[in-house]
């Protein structure tokens, strides 16, 4: 009785104690600015990495000025007996030209998957919603890790 309410006390000052932290946990307390110049191609991602840095815009610290152009693709990668496609692959390219005061640079990003055909098409425009979602989300914070190590 009494080892079981020691170790109802005690483990939970070990297990905090450990250290553990997520990955993306601080790109939040990062301490940059970031203003959109302008985006073109795929209006649907910019949009998305649009609302993932808006928690970055109005902040002190080092402004960069960021252009984004998203190219994004759909190829079939193989097809049935019938001729129907059977599996195909989505493509995002995102390039941000970035500008600072003393600094130029561009950084491309590129997200792929391949995924399996859809017999019903509005699943299909959902799962490709959410897959163009991920994509942002991944895109958003591999820019912020980049911008982070400048």
Known sequence: ??????????????VQGCGYSTLYSN?????????ILGTKGDQEINNYILFNLKKYTGKEGKTYSINIDTNYTISEISKNLEGSIDSYQLVAITQFKIENVNLRKTISIKEEIKINNLSDSFEKRNYEKSIK???????????????STL
Do not use: E, V
């Open 27 to 35: 790109n939040n307390d990062k301490d940059f600015n970031i203003n």
């Open 133 to 147: 979602k991920n994509f942002s989300n991944s895109i958003t914070n591999r820019l912020i890790l980049q911008l």
């Open 1 to 14: 009785m009494i080892k079981k309410i020691l170790i109802i006390f005690i483990l939970p000052f070990l």
